[in-house]
């Protein structure tokens, strides 16, 4: 076995935590999150603490850092005053965008103008969603946590979905290949997802199977 570095996590400080964290849980899928504010004004923010936890309900997370005076982000400030948002996934086509609409701008300028981003109007909700985005999820609030001074957990319930007609099929198969997601690594990495692999996991009798032969090859050599 190879040696491990272990580390006490009650002695490290914020920025050691996070560094070790966001350079070993990779890839993690970015949100390009949408918002509006209580004049309608649309806000757009990537945000790679975000997954999916739940199918039913259906329940998207998000991990919202707070800005350094421990006040909301546009985005929290947005999802608390108006209980709704969008994830809008983010493809390699649309990287360069997303990293534009990373820029701190200041809350009246609309990053999605500024990276040639379309928004187009939710179906059930007032956030729009990006039109160059593969796949986009309104969701509205479902439960909100805050995570000592520095972060917010938003959990949203998935009321409508958005998919490319080309990528998904009948069975509602999404094609992986054509979503061509992106990744977040640590520091500023990122990922692709156009090489994947399927790996069905095994049944009891698979495994019974598939370890007797290990035992005959072994009695073999």
């Given at each position: 076995?190879?040696?491990k570095t272990s580390f006490d996590f009650m002695r490290l400080s914020e920025r050691e935590k996070y560094k070790l964290l966001i350079g070993t849980?990779?890839?993690?899928?970015?949100?390009?999150?949408?918002?509006?504010?209580?004049?309608?004004?649309?806000?757009?923010?990537?945000?790679?603490?975000?997954?999916?936890?739940?199918?039913?309900?259906?329940?998207?997370?998000?991990?919202?850092?707070?800005?350094?005076?421990?006040?909301?982000?546009?985005?929290?400030?947005?999802?608390?005053?108006?209980?709704?948002?969008?994830?809008?996934?983010?493809?390699?086509?649309?990287?360069?965008?997303?990293?534009?609409?990373?820029?701190?701008?200041?809350?009246?300028?609309?990053?999605?103008?500024?990276?040639?981003l379309t928004a187009l109007p939710g179906s059930m909700i007032k956030a729009p969603y990006i039109a160059?985005?593969?796949?986009?999820?309104?969701?509205?609030?479902?439960?909100?946590?805050?995570?000592?001074?520095?972060?917010?957990?938003?959990?949203?319930?998935?009321?409508?979905?958005?998919?490319?007609?080309?990528?998904?099929?009948?069975?509602?198969?999404?094609?992986?290949?054509?979503?061509?997601?992106?990744?977040?690594?640590?520091?500023?990495?990122?990922?692709?997802?156009?090489?994947?692999?399927?790996?069905?996991?095994?049944?009891?009798?698979?495994?019974?199977?598939?370890?007797?032969?290990?035992?005959?090859?072994?009695?073999?050599?």
């Amino acid at each position: 076995m190879t040696d491990k570095t272990s580390f006490d996590f009650m002695r490290l400080s914020e920025r050691e935590k996070y560094k070790l964290l966001i350079g070993t849980v990779v890839p993690r899928p970015i949100a390009l999150v949408t918002t509006v504010d209580q004049e309608g004004r649309a806000n757009a923010a990537p945000i790679s603490f975000f997954n999916c936890l739940s199918a039913e309900p259906a329940v998207l997370a998000l991990g919202v850092e707070n800005h350094d005076d421990l006040s909301f982000k546009d985005t929290a400030r947005n999802i608390r005053a108006t209980g709704v948002f969008t994830i809008n996934i983010v493809s390699r086509a649309i990287l360069e965008a997303m990293n534009v609409c990373a820029v701190p701008f200041a809350s009246d300028i609309d990053e999605l103008a500024e990276a040639g981003l379309t928004a187009l109007p939710g179906s059930m909700i007032k956030a729009p969603y990006i039109a160059q985005s593969p796949a986009a999820f309104e969701c509205r609030s479902y439960l909100n946590l805050g995570i000592g001074n520095s972060r917010e957990i938003i959990l949203g319930e998935v009321l409508a979905a958005h998919i490319r007609s080309d990528i998904v099929n009948p069975r509602l198969h999404v094609d992986p290949i054509g979503l061509d997601a992106v990744g977040r690594m640590g520091g500023h990495g990122y990922s692709l997802t156009s090489e994947t692999f399927d790996l069905p996991t095994m049944s009891i009798e698979q495994w019974e199977e598939r370890k007797r032969a290990m035992e005959l090859r072994r009695e073999d050599a």
